[in-house]
């Protein structure tokens, strides 16, 4: 399946950002589980760092989006 590769890699990074306290992870019970993923209190603290890195990206990329 091509999009195997892809998919392994996301879920290693959002184990990644789990450890690092970045992310939560909510395992709900059912058919299929239900997996989700939200913001912890740290990752909120990275919401003004990377809209200020967007818009540094924005000012200087050659092809506005």
Same mark, same amino acid.
């Given at each position: 399946h091509s999009h195997g590769l892809p998919l392994r890699? &996301? #879920? =290693?990074?959002?184990r990644e950002l !789990? !450890? #690092? &306290?970045?992310v939560s992870r909510t395992v709900e019970d059912g058919l299929p589980v239900k997996v989700s993923? &939200?913001?912890? !209190?740290k990752g909120e603290s990275l919401? @003004? #760092?990377? =809209?200020s890195l967007? =818009? %540094? #990206?924005?000012? %200087?990329q !050659?092809? @506005?989006l």
């Open positions: 890699r &996301g #879920a =290693q990074r959002l !789990e !450890e #690092a &306290g970045v993923y &939200g913001l912890t !209190e919401k @003004p #760092a990377i =809209q967007r =818009q %540094w #990206a924005c000012h %200087w !050659e092809d @506005p």
